[in-house]
């Protein structure tokens, strides 16, 4: 999907679905979601059979599990492809791979809205502030601030987001 048709698409998917929950989300998209321990994985999306999987790490604190899910998700809507040929994982949040990149955008786009970031900017917040009020990671924020600047908003960003701080 082009990047800049992301932020259309997950409208058409609050409004479908009624939520932003990636928890709902995944159980009305029929996605099965499992615990694993893995090393430093997070998260990871499969297609076995024409069945979609999505495996959480154990230990994710309630936050990251809810961003690196939706990540996930945003792979079933996007890459269902790609992991049909078994390709069981992307280049892990890697910005320069374009599934990792529309996956970021997608859970930015699908946990922050448009009203949040600019009700928290008109208050003077930072980026790390809007973060820590929406209980998500910065770099998820900058990245949503990103889809907004090329979507015609002016934020001066000084930081460029890195693709892979879920990963970290």
Same mark, same amino acid.
Do not use: W
């Given at each position: 999907?082009?990047?800049?048709?992301?932020?259309?698409?997950?409208?058409?998917?609050?409004?479908?679905?009624?939520?932003?929950?990636?928890?709902?989300?995944?159980?009305?998209?029929?996605? &099965?979601?499992?615990?694993?321990?893995?090393?430093?994985?997070?998260?990871?999306?499969?297609?076995?059979?024409?069945?979609?999987?999505?495996?959480?790490?154990?230990?994710?604190?309630?936050?990251? &599990?809810?961003?690196?899910?939706?990540?996930?998700?945003?792979?079933?809507?996007?890459?269902?492809?790609?992991?049909?040929?078994?390709?069981?994982?992307?280049?892990?949040?890697?910005?320069?791979?374009?599934?990792?990149? &529309?996956?970021?955008?997608?859970?930015?786009?699908?946990?922050?809205?448009?009203?949040?970031?600019?009700?928290?900017?008109?208050?003077?917040?930072?980026?790390?502030?809007?973060?820590? &009020?929406?209980?998500?990671?910065?770099?998820?924020?900058?990245?949503?601030?990103?889809?907004?600047?090329?979507?015609?908003?002016?934020?001066?960003?000084?930081?460029?987001?890195?693709?892979?701080?879920?990963?970290?």
């Amino acid at each position: 999907m082009l990047r800049d048709k992301i932020y259309d698409f997950t409208r058409k998917v609050k409004k479908q679905y009624r939520t932003n929950d990636p928890y709902m989300l995944a159980k009305y998209l029929g996605i &099965e979601v499992s615990y694993k321990h893995f090393g430093n994985l997070k998260g990871m999306y499969t297609r076995v059979n024409r069945c979609s999987y999505i495996f959480l790490h154990d230990e994710l604190d309630e936050a990251t &599990e809810r961003v690196v899910l939706m990540h996930e998700i945003g792979h079933d809507f996007f890459h269902k492809d790609l992991a049909e040929m078994g390709l069981q994982e992307f280049s892990l949040y890697d910005m320069t791979s374009k599934p990792e990149m &529309e996956a970021n955008v997608f859970a930015a786009n699908m946990l922050i809205s448009d009203e949040d970031v600019m009700f928290f900017a008109e208050q003077g917040y930072t980026s790390a502030q809007v973060a820590c &009020e929406l209980s998500v990671p910065n770099q998820l924020v900058q990245i949503k601030l990103m889809d907004m600047n090329r979507r015609g908003y002016m934020f001066n960003l000084t930081d460029i987001p890195r693709a892979d701080f879920l990963g970290r």
